[in-house]
């Protein structure tokens, strides 16, 4: 009796403990936690830490045995100092703006083009020029830039043979800064527009029909109804992807890497471009990772410019 | 202000699906017509044809007199209200109302003068910085209904614009229509499936079934008078009986015979409408609200029937019972007072005057 009384009560004190521990691990905020870490720890790892160890990196000196000393800036700030006084360094600054605005622009403006021309196709039809289309972007983009400076080249440009063709003379592609700097647009947006068209694809495939419908019949002309319906529609979506893009093109490096390498005379440079010139090329790593440090506050600013606005009309709509 | 006319419109989709396969329709100035009739039968097809959201296979359409065919739908001077309201989701409810008049180049003050009129009259005033998001069904509902009526077209088009509503903002939303239609009084044409609707609304309800109009005609004239099987069945709820049944001929006089072995006399003054078909058999067609109990009554021609309920539903102001004749579901109105129970005979009486007698060779009713 005793015996059995005993039992009874440890497996019940038993049964206690593990329904607590139990209880902890159901709790919802554990759970959560518990889900999420897996992603903490890829955030932390390939982002926070690599982020953290770029801006002490920029802090060093060329050897990285010390801090950069600075004339006017604090200790530590002196590979932005001279970045600052460095006319090249300006001129990859307004180099890269110009690639990415031109580029994001030419991007967005081909990509919703072909996705308007793409919707209003029969669906049969759709799913084939979809896929041809989207052939740019899946290719990796340093292959496709050989084939491309291949066209480029000055003695055996196809591009430039095809130009005879119709008696214009040939471009020096690569050979002059403006033409490096159009070629490097060309190619980018040779390469980004399909996203673009993908993702205007499939905004213009959510705007209800009936949309349309009432501002035809509201008295609307078809550019009106872009104007007024299909352009608010998508803008959330026109100016997430064009931040995206923003981001990704302000930091691309393959394409002026493979085409120009930077030249002419450093002429077509841009902010990665510059960086791994400096940093590895120069093995100047401290400098080459304040060059690359330099990327984000533009981007921040860009961004949230971008997410204010995209989040006041989520408010508003939907 | 206008009248409509359709003249042999045919519309057929690809893969040679007859959507409306020539329909004649004269629509006067000021005239609510309701298009009404099962769920795929072409209502909403026509009315896209007389929008001009639908391109018109063969035929004609004239809105006040000129031809439309190839006039698109912004020049056609029309105003349409959707089933799900096709609200612009990004502008406020004002600038929904005032986007027609701003595109055709209104003075600002007049879109202003007409936009609030229109919200005074739709009860929508304090919502008119709002975004369409922010509004409940009946609001978006009435804010559609004003972007009709800031543009003062010629006609307009309705596409069960009731449709995503509950049941008892319908009933309201239905007088808010009707009345506004008594206010500014423009020819409209208004498509749905729920013939309370059409019946309420409509100056005249056009039944169509499969692609061709059955009947036109006012609400009464349907109800009391309907051209064929089909809208003797479709106008009126609870649905009319069809019972099919033999017409006898003695001595001059002529009576149905049931298939449970009832007779029931054909009133004296039918008999020479029906005479053709004595012998033949026909399908016995009355309403359950002329199939009713017993009781004295001041109506002619009241025939005596027995029958077993199987089904009572107990309404309140009134009770239903269903019944089966050969196969053929039956029911009847009865007074709740009346007591009646599942299996036990019930005495009814048919309301001959009321009834129809309907060819089933044919189903037109004779
Ligand atoms: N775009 C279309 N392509 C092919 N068939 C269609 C199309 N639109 C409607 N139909 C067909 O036409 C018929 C009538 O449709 P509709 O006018 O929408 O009917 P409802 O009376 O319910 O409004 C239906 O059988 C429908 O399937
Ligand atoms: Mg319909």
């Known amino acids: 009796m005793a015996a059995d009384g005993s039992l009874a009560v440890s497996a019940a004190s038993g049964t206690g403990r593990a329904s607590s521990l139990e209880r902890f691990a159901r709790r919802r905020s554990t759970i959560a936690f518990l889900m999420t870490l897996p992603l903490l720890v890829v955030v932390i790892g390939l982002v926070g830490y690599p982020a953290a160890y770029g801006i002490y990196l920029s802090t060093l000196n060329r050897r990285m045995t010390g801090f950069m000393e600075g004339d006017w800036l604090p200790t530590g700030l002196g590979n932005f100092e001279i970045l600052f006084d460095s006319d090249t360094f300006w001129m990859v600054v307004w180099q890269s703006c110009i690639f990415a605005i031109s580029a994001v622009l030419l991007k967005a403006l081909i990509g919703f083009w072909l996705a308007h021309m793409l919707h209003h196709i029969p669906t049969k039809g759709q799913r084939k020029w979809r896929g041809m289309l989207l052939v740019p972007w899946v290719i990796p983009p340093a292959l496709s830039t050989l084939g491309w400076w291949w066209m480029f080249d000055p003695s055996y440009s196809s591009i430039n043979w095809i130009l005879n063709i119709f008696a214009v003379p040939a471009v020096p592609w690569l050979g002059e800064p403006w033409w490096a700097r159009a070629s490097v647009i060309i190619v980018n947006v040779w390469y980004g527009a399909p996203f673009f068209m993908i993702m205007y694809l499939a905004a213009l495939k959510s705007v209800p029909e009936q949309l349309y419908e009432a501002a035809a019949i509201d008295g609307a002309t078809s550019w009106q109804r872009l104007r007024y319906v299909t352009l608010p529609m998508m803008a959330n979506i026109i100016s997430i992807t064009v931040l995206f893009s923003l981001i990704v093109t302000f930091a691309n490096y393959d394409i002026v890497r493979v085409l120009t390498n930077g030249g002419p005379r450093d002429l077509t440079h841009v902010f990665a471009s510059y960086a791994f010139q400096v940093g590895i090329l120069s093995s100047n790593i401290p400098r080459g990772a304040a060059v690359s440090l330099f990327m984000f506050p533009i981007l921040a600013v860009c961004a949230f410019f971008v997410l204010r606005g995209v989040t006041r009309r989520n408010k508003e709509q939907m | ?366």
Request: aromatic share 4%; net charge neutral.
């Open chain 2, 1 to 366: 202000m206008a009248e409509v006319s359709l003249r042999r419109i045919v519309k057929a989709y690809e893969g040679d699906v007859q959507a409306v396969k020539g329909i004649n329709l004269e629509i006067a100035d000021h005239e609510f017509v309701v298009l009404v009739g099962p769920s795929g039968c072409g209502k909403s097809t026509t009315l896209r044809m007389i929008a001009g959201l639908e391109e018109i296979t063969a035929g004609d359409i004239a809105i006040g007199g000129t031809v439309v065919n190839d006039i698109p739908p912004r020049d056609r001077d029309i105003a349409m209200v959707f089933q799900n309201y096709a609200l612009y989701p990004h502008m406020s409810v004002y600038d929904n109302m005032a986007f027609g008049l701003t595109l055709r180049k209104f003075p600002k003050a007049e879109i202003d003068k007409r936009v609030k009129e229109a919200a005074r009259i739709l009860d929508i005033t304090p919502l008119l910085e709002r975004k369409p998001k922010a509004l409940s069904g009946g609001q978006r509902q009435r804010v559609a209904m004003g972007r009709a009526i800031v543009r003062d077209p010629k006609v307009f088009l309705f596409d069960e614009p009731l449709s995503n509503l509950d049941a008892k903002l319908r009933v309201q939303m239905r007088t808010e229509i009707k009345k506004v239609h008594q206010t500014v009084n423009t020819t409209t044409i208004y498509v749905t499936h729920d013939q309370v609707e059409a019946m309420t609304l409509a100056d005249r309800v056009v039944v169509m079934n499969h692609g061709i109009i059955e009947q036109v005609g006012p609400p009464q004239e349907l109800y009391h008078n309907p051209a064929t099987k089909f809208v003797a069945g479709f106008i009126g709820s609870p649905a009319m009986n069809f019972i099919p049944a033999r017409l006898e001929e003695t001595s001059g006089a002529l009576r149905l015979m049931l298939p449970d072995g009832a007779t029931l006399n054909v009133p004296e003054a039918r008999v020479a409408r029906y005479r053709s078909h004595a012998g033949k058999p026909v399908l016995f067609g009355i309403r359950p609200e002329h199939l009713t109990d017993d009781k004295p009554t001041d109506k002619t021609n009241p025939a005596p029937l027995t029958l077993t309920p199987e089904v009572i539903e107990p309404m309140g102001m009134e009770t239903l019972a269903h019944f089966r004749i050969d196969g053929a579901e039956v029911s009847a109105r009865l007074d709740p007072a009346t007591p009646a129970a599942v299996g036990q005979p019930l005495r009814l009486i048919a309301h001959m005057d009321q009834m129809h007698i309907i060819d089933p060779t044919n189903d037109k009713v004779l």
